[in-house]
């Protein structure tokens, strides 16, 4: 497969990816840990380090980036989770790049596949969690490194 052919692909591959995280990110009932973050740190406003309650659920970044959905958009889910959602394309973009390292395209292609494609990864990115962004940024550090 030639590098242009490859490339429509994995674009392919990550909006077809990218549709089904947006869609759980509607569709997925509120969970218990996003509830419990929800009325303990967004709408208290009180998620700052060293202010706030100490708590695993709270996710700094993440809340603040939530606590402005939830202000900008309302009480709905998809607003608090909006910001994990967004994180899945700079995710995505440095799974590619990490691929274009690799010589061998069969090798490419399957790290691509599990990394796009692995249930549990895909999770972060549709809840309120710091999860999905810890993951896009984790990815990008260890690219440029």
Not at 39 to 46: A, G, I, K, L, Q
């Amino acid at each position: 497969m030639d590098a242009r052919a490859e490339r429509v692909v994995f674009i392919a591959l990550s909006t077809v990816v990218f549709a089904y995280v947006a869609a759980r990110t509607v569709l997925v009932p509120v969970v218990h840990d996003e509830a419990m973050a929800f009325f303990r740190f967004v709408e208290t406003s009180d998620f700052l380090p060293f202010l706030a309650p100490p708590d695993a659920g709270n996710h700094v970044l993440a809340t603040a980036l939530g606590w402005l959905g939830w202000k900008l958009f309302g009480m709905h889910a998809w607003a608090l989770r909006l910001p994990s959602l967004l994180a899945f394309p700079l995710y995505a973009f440095h799974v590619w790049k990490w691929g274009t390292h690799l010589r061998h395209g069969p090798v490419r292609r399957c790290l691509w596949a599990a990394l796009l494609l692995t249930p549990f990864l895909l999770d972060f990115f549709s809840l309120f969690r710091g999860y999905g962004l810890a993951m896009a940024f984790w990815c990008m550090a260890m690219y440029h490194l």
